[in-house]
């Protein structure tokens, strides 16, 4: 079963979806794809076929977002807990993963007529070093592709994520590329593994269950999330148009929310940048009173090199990974 599916929608299914679109649209949509296990019990069958399954319900989804007009979609494929599974599972996830990288590299051609971007999110060293060479391959093969997004989640959770981007900034600090007082939180979201990514607008978990099992915690913080019953390869379009339909009954509290949220970073971070000018005029001053106009000049001189000093930052941040991607590639040459 390939990545992409191709085809169009039924009829009553174009015109449902003409109708939502009439509507704010989600432009990122999240999944937790979960049930994939009690599926396989339902139909007796192995629990891997029930991923397999789940796989092919991925595709499928990926389809309807397509005619949907959603152009992100980013998926929670392998938690770091499910390393904790039987090893039987967890070969059996590996495996499956290793088979769909194989795919998707084979359909490299197809995936650029698409214009499909894969990123892969997560602690690649946790997998197998041939699994995280093909990974690094698909990564980077469909690096420059720019008409949709597809954010495989794999060997992650939110917590080692957002840990992850702390330890980052720690090292920035200490090769004295940042200051402690640049962190900040929209420099914490940029060392996120999801920085190339605006926040999901709608997250779906599919079975029941109703938690976020540590997924995109930080990134979730004003998106619509939606629980429903249904087991992940059963779902349905209907399923994807109900959960969207909810979307757009609380759109407007949650654009609320959102322009609250940025309205106070922009507030925060001038708060900020103000003590760190006054401190600096105060050990600087020698203690004589500065006029207004000099304090404004040192203010907008000081934003400029904070700004200057986190680009820098944020260029070998990105150097770093790039390379790490690249030497598993040549690698594996
Ligand atoms: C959750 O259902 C599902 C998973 C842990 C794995 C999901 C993986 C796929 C759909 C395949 C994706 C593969 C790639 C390469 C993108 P569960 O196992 O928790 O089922 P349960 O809740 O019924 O026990
Ligand atoms: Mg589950």
């Known amino acids: 079963m390939s990545w992409i599916r191709e085809g169009e929608l039924n009829l009553l299914e174009r015109f449902s979806a003409n109708v939502l679109k009439a509507g704010p649209m989600p432009k990122h949509v999240a999944f937790i794809m979960d049930g994939n296990r009690r599926f396989a019990?339902?139909?007796n069958m192995e629990c891997l076929k029930g991923h397999m399954q789940g796989f092919n319900k991925l595709a499928e989804t990926l389809r309807w977002c397509k005619h949907l007009n959603i152009r992100e979609v980013t998926v929670y494929a392998f938690s770091i807990e499910n390393f904790k599974r039987t090893k039987e599972e967890v070969d059996g996830l590996m495996e499956l993963a290793r088979q769909k990288f194989v795919k998707l590299l084979e359909e490299r051609e197809n995936l650029k007529k698409h214009g499909v971007c894969i990123r892969v999110l997560g602690d690649l060293n946790m997998l197998p070093l041939d699994?995280?060479?093909?990974?690094?391959?698909?990564?980077?093969?469909?690096?420059?592709?720019?008409?949709?997004?597809?954010?495989?989640?794999f060997s992650y959770t939110s917590r080692y994520e957002i840990t992850n981007a702390v330890r980052e900034m720690a090292w920035g600090v200490e090769e004295g590329l940042l200051k402690a007082s640049d962190v900040s939180e929209s420099l914490l979201n940029e060392c996120l593994y999801s920085n190339n990514s605006p926040n999901p607008d709608l997250l779906i978990r599919t079975s029941g269950e109703v938690r976020l099992s540590d997924f995109l915690l930080w990134q979730s913080s004003?998106?619509?999330?939606?629980?429903?019953?249904?087991?992940?390869?059963?779902?349905?379009?209907?399923?994807l148009c109900e959960a969207i339909l909810r979307y757009q009954l609380n759109y407007k509290s949650i654009q609320k929310a959102r322009d609250l949220h940025r309205e106070q970073q922009t507030l925060m971070q001038l708060e900020s940048d103000c003590a760190c000018v006054a401190d600096l005029l105060q050990n600087h001053g020698n203690g004589k009173p500065v006029d207004a106009q000099r304090r404004q000049e040192a203010l907008q001189h000081y934003i400029s090199c904070r700004e200057e000093r986190i680009q820098d930052f944020l260029q070998a941040l990105k150097h770093k990974r790039d390379s790490y991607f690249s030497d598993l590639w040549r690698e594996d040459a």
């Open 131 to 153: 699994l995280q060479q093909l990974i690094a391959k698909s990564v980077l093969t469909t690096k420059s592709h720019n008409q949709c997004f597809l954010n495989v989640c």
């Open 222 to 239: 004003h998106s619509c999330i939606v629980f429903q019953s249904v087991l992940w390869p059963e779902y349905s379009f209907w399923n």
């Open 41 to 43: 019990r339902k139909k």
